[in-house]
């Protein structure tokens, strides 16, 4: 088990040392497959802060291109977080019946049994398409897929390629910020964050290993099989932690490098969910109270730009 901590670190640092961090952990905790959460803590955060400062020495790309890069990514997780269980449930031909998330009718799917079909594909595939997209920087791939959710948000005319759920059906809601597909603010800053990168020279993007799409099969296995749509409280806290265990680690990227690139996801995500609150949809939920939430969107922005201007200056003294 200690071999998945290593897993934090990035691979060079795993070929040089790893053997040697293992060793250490044998030795201080014997018999143990795990350390002790104080120890899992620490090596997490100093993986993580390796793995920055890895980003920040590949000069290939600036600074502001990735930081535009994994906005665009933090905007598709956000756009697909609501489908999940949907897209489960469409791969695997599962009807779910009472489960389904703002249907009117159980014939939702081309080989559902019921009155009608209203629909031949999930809304989620295109946030999901843009998403696997820019993990692999094809961001003239990711393009097409933003513009569609645009097209699905604004017109009425895709009822039976999408169905009603793509357009006013029950969407993302951590921290009371509701977004449906209506709300073009998300799929709008998204498509122009892929068009930046489309223009920008493309073939720079940084590629991901397609290992990181295993978090989201398993969200969507968690969500499917588990029947937990997006106004469930058990998916509203979930949700809560992965947000808040994000802001840390780009806290800890910040702190470690002072780069200015994680402060650009963070403002990105911050903004198209302020404008969902203060905009206020129908179908509007609080979960917490107005204010609290927007100082919790807002406060990370200043907080990641002293953090930033602290190790700048620290690394200037030394």
Not at 19 to 47: D, M
Not at 231 to 257: D, I, M, N
Not at 278 to 286: C, R
Request: charged share 15%; proline share 7%; aromatic share 8%.
């Amino acid at each position: 088990m200690n071999r998945l901590l290593l897993a934090v670190y990035p691979e060079p640092t795993r070929s040089r040392q790893g053997e040697e961090v293992l060793a250490c952990l044998s030795e201080a905790y014997p018999g143990r497959s795990w350390p002790p959460p104080r120890e899992v803590a620490a090596l997490v955060r100093a993986g993580v802060q390796a793995r920055a400062r890895a980003v920040v020495d590949d000069t290939a790309r600036p600074w502001w291109l990735d930081g535009i890069h994994l906005a665009a990514l933090a905007l598709a997780a956000l756009a697909l977080v609501p489908y999940l269980q949907d897209v489960w449930h469409w791969a695997l031909h599962i009807d779910p019946g009472q489960h389904a998330i703002a249907f009117r009718f159980s014939g939702w799917y081309p080989w559902a049994e019921g009155p009608t079909r209203i629909r031949l594909l999930p809304y989620g595939l295109l946030p999901l398409g843009c998403l696997i997209a820019l993990l692999r920087g094809r961001a003239w791939i990711a393009l097409p897929a933003a513009a569609a959710m645009i097209w699905a948000g604004a017109t009425t005319h895709g009822r039976t390629l999408f169905g009603d759920e793509g357009k006013a059906g029950l969407s993302y809601y951590g921290l009371g910020t509701p977004i449906t597909a209506r709300d073009l603010a998300l799929s709008g800053t998204l498509c122009a964050a892929c068009a930046v990168l489309a223009l920008c020279r493309p073939g720079r993007l940084r590629r991901r290993s397609y290992r990181w799409l295993a978090p989201v099969v398993l969200a969507m296995f968690v969500a499917g099989g588990l029947h937990i749509i997006s106004v469930s409280p058990t998916f509203q806290r979930g949700l809560f932690v992965l947000e808040v265990a994000a802001l840390l680690g780009a806290w800890a990227a910040t702190a470690a490098t002072g780069d200015h690139r994680w402060l650009i996801p963070v403002a990105a995500v911050a903004i198209v969910r302020t404008q969902a609150i203060v905009v206020q949809p129908d179908a509007f939920m609080q979960s917490f109270p107005d204010l609290v939430v927007l100082i919790l969107l807002i406060a990370p922005l200043p907080a990641l730009a002293i953090t930033a201007q602290r190790r700048q200056g620290q690394a200037l003294a030394e």
